[in-house]
T-cell receptor
């Protein structure tokens, strides 16, 4: 089944404790992206990747890192999480580029205390 | 003006009703338009792309009005299962910033 898989689904952590949210897609998509969704603000792009070893900042990259060592994987790293990073996170991929229809993972709800 | 604006709703409609949502966008150079559906606390899923000539998929009709810079989604014969948030998505075309911009969504609640 074609899908984008994120893990974990739920994560509660404390300020400053490094964490990684994994994202993997099995559709051979070139483009991958991370979003956060907050009430009243909609989906905001954190980072995106056009292909392996190519990553770039989205609209809200501060406090996040990503890597794209393999085409299928695009992990999101929070080196020192803070409470303002409490949010619902989605990984997404598309066949080609930034404006092709996106396939989303099922989300990671992160709480930082 | 926001890049993509939607009426947040909620739109409360009875089963069987016809309901329409509009979404306005600010960039006249935008070329790609989509409607996504998002159920509570779940991932957005592509409902349909919006083409210049308008397009229909079953009970759903999407239209684009370039002159007034808005897209619309019409749902006929509403079902309880149509209850969700509908996200308008537009590409913000221009130089290096060509990317998808998501609206904050319109909440639809179909009542029995």
């Amino acid at each position: 089944e074609a899908q984008v898989t994120q893990n974990p689904r739920y994560l509660i952590t404390v300020t400053g404790k490094k964490l990684t949210v994994t994202c993997s897609q099995n559709m051979n998509h070139e483009y991958m992206s991370w979003y956060r969704q907050d009430p009243g603000l909609g989906l905001r792009q954190i980072y995106y990747s056009m292909n392996v070893e190519v990553t770039d900042k989205g609209d809200v990259p501060e406090g996040y890192k990503v890597s794209r060592k393999e085409k299928r994987n695009f992990p999101l790293i929070l080196e020192s999480p803070s409470p303002n990073q409490t949010s619902l996170y989605f990984c997404a991929s598309s066949f080609r580029d930034r404006v092709s229809p996106l396939h989303f993972g099922n989300g990671t709800r992160l709480t930082v205390t | 003006r926001k890049e993509v604006e939607q009426d947040p709703g909620p739109f409360n409609v009875p089963e069987g009703a016809t309901v329409a949502f509009n979404c306005t966008y600010s960039n006249s150079a935008s070329q790609s338009f989509f409607w996504y559906r998002q159920d509570c606390r779940k991932e957005p899923k592509l409902l349909m792309s919006v083409y210049s000539s308008g397009n229909e998929d079953g009970r759903f009709t999407a239209q684009l009005n370039r002159a007034s810079q808005y897209i619309s989604l019409l749902i006929r014969d509403s079902k309880l299962s149509d209850s969700a948030t509908y996200l308008c998505v537009v590409n913000d075309y221009g130089g290096a910033t060509n990317k998808l911009i998501f609206g904050t969504g319109t909440l639809l609640a179909v009542q029995p």
